[in-house]
């Protein structure tokens, strides 16, 4: 019990650091003369020799503070890391999760029976493509094109003879083939460029001209806004269209018949698009775009496009084949924005559709619809990996893409013009905003601006040629 108690009182510390310093010195023996004196024995010892270490005990000392101060940093390191481990697991299983979708890229390669098997299809789909392009418009590109591609299939089948293949180089290069070809095929005159669309490529992008909450709060951070883009009138009518549960469905489009009603917040129509967010012609994501008084938008949960006619109150759906949905290729830069695998936009050369494929290896695939028939007319796939980027655009049939820069800034950094095939991914364009994230970001030709909803702002920006 003694002992016991002297282990728990603050002196028996020093007590030991005594105990230890003088056990450490070597016992030294002294013999001394006495004498007699007065009855007693007198003798004079040195006693410097049992002295009090007292360098070494400060010594000693200063060695265990600093070991208690190392032994504290080290827990501390310990309780930290166990905080942050469970983070870094969450992360490494979000990029998992992120990487699991091509995983097959891993476990096969880029070189199996089946890509060989897709590479002939491809080829002789290819060949077709070209030989009714020129058909249809006999001229030097297109006999150049059936040049190149005999060279390319004898390519491949040296391949096979000799089985060394680059899978990359090859893919690209039918990319590139297929690119040519769409913009050799026929062109329906409204595909031409005009009016602003001269110089093609935009020069600038102006601070916001507009800023407004959401007229159905900031908790609807996800969603569409703008105004109509009509081919055959200058009618002035703007819409909003927020996304419910989880920031995902959405089966109701707000429109208001002028920007006067649009700011101050009156005589507006709630249209019903569904009966319900979970019907099966309700709105998943936030790529919705309003053509010609139309609303376009992904079906629910469907790789489909979806139109809504505002007069007929009917809806028309139109698959696209290979499309990647339900968070497989969102918009991914920084973080993801859930749900945009698909995307519209309008500009003055009609209706496009922004999504990406496996066989396009998750890069973006740029189709144009045709509004008339409800059909895919033409489609570039380009170099551009979609899960690279926060949102897209078109303006004059030039698909641009953005960045996150930082909380307040965007920037355009990429362009594909579908006339030339040509990419450019040196743009350094600014584009402003009030929050970290973009839901829908298209352009409207009829005023020339950018449209854009960022975390449930309404933004609006003029953009220059």
Known sequence: MLLQKLLVTPCFTMILLVLLLTASE?????KVQGEEKDGSCVCQVN???WAFPAIKYEEVTKLLQTSQTSLQNFQLQVVTTNKELPKLQDRLENLTARVQHFQYLNTHGLYNALHLRQLSQELQELHQSINQTHRDRPGAETQKLRTE????????????????????????????????VQNCRTIPEDFRSKGSCYHRIMKNISSPVNTKLSPYGKSYISGGWGRDTSATSEMERYWVQPLVSGHRFGNIIRLYQSFEDFMSGRNYK????????SHSDA????????????????????????????????VQRLKLPDAG??????????TCRDWTDIDLAADSQGLWVMYSTEANHGN?????????????????????????????????????????VDLYREEVFYAFDTTTGMEDNMLSL??????????????NPTDMKLYMYNDGYLMAYQAFF
């Not at 070597?26 to 002294?30: K, N, T």
């Not at 949905?325 to 920084?334: E, H, L, M, R, V």
């Not at 600014?430 to 352009?443: D, M, R, T």
């Open 26 to 30: 070597v016992v030294r023996a002294q």
């Open 149 to 180: 591609l005999q060279t390319f299939q004898e390519d491949v089948e040296k391949m096979y003879r000799d089985d060394i293949f680059n899978m990359e180089s090859v893919r690209e290069r039918l990319r590139s083939f297929n690119n040519r």
């Open 47 to 49: 006693s410097t020799i």
């Open 430 to 443: 600014p584009l402003e905003k009030v929050s970290a994230g973009i839901a829908n970001l298209h352009y």
């Open 325 to 334: 949905i339900n968070n497989k290729f969102p918009y991914c830069y920084y």
């Open 283 to 314: 709105v998943q994501g936030p790529g919705t775009i309003m053509y010609d008084g139309v609303v376009y938008y992904q079906c629910y949960t469907a790789a489909e496009l979806c139109g809504f006619d505002l007069q007929t109150k009917k």
């Open 270 to 277: 709630d249209e019903i698009i569904a009966p319900s967010y």
């Open 364 to 404: 973006m695939v740029l189709s144009r619809v045709d509004t008339e028939h409800f059909n895919i007319t033409h489609t570039w796939k380009t170099r551009l990996f979609k899960r690279s980027v926060t949102n897209a655009f078109m303006v004059c049939g030039v698909l641009y893409a953005t960045r996150y």
